[in-house]
Nanobody, 123 residues
Framework: QVQLVESGGGLVQAGGSLRLSCAAS????????MGWFRQAPGKEREFVAS????????DNADSVKGRFTISRDNTKNTVYLQMNTLKPGDTAIYYC????????????????WGQGTQVTVSS
């Protein structure tokens, strides 16, 4: 089992940047595929990005391509989401997720979830 703790959220103006971090404890991070989802008020959880165990392959939602970058440092047991050119539509709670066996854009496919960190983008 792995425990996930997100940090780095906050309030930022449109056009600004934030970097989210997800610290993993428990079983070794290199065993897991990792990802980020987000949920805005009144909306369903939405896939943002994912990264394979080694970090060799990533997948990004169309809505964030060219603006967000997912990365990982397995030596630090940490996954990152660099968010640039933020828009008010990016306002949501951002969740870090982990999975042993598969990568998916579906929320129900991911086994482990962090508690979330709030990102608010003002216009």
């Amino acid at each position: 089992q792995v425990q996930l703790v997100e940090s780095g959220g906050g309030l930022v103006q449109a056009g600004g940047s934030l970097r989210l971090s997800c610290a993993a404890s428990g079983r070794a991070l290199p065993m897991y595929h990792m990802g980020w989802f987000r949920q805005a008020p009144g909306k369903e959880r939405e896939f943002v990005a994912s990264i394979t165990r080694s970090g060799g392959n990533t997948d990004n939602a169309d809505s964030v391509k060219g603006r967000f970058t997912i990365s990982r440092d397995n030596t630090k047991n940490t996954v990152y989401l660099q968010m640039n050119t933020l828009k008010p539509g990016d306002t949501a709670i951002y969740y870090c997720v982990a999975n042993l066996l598969s990568l998916s854009r579906g929320a129900t496919s991911w086994s482990y979830w962090g508690q979330g960190t709030q990102v608010t983008v003002s216009s």
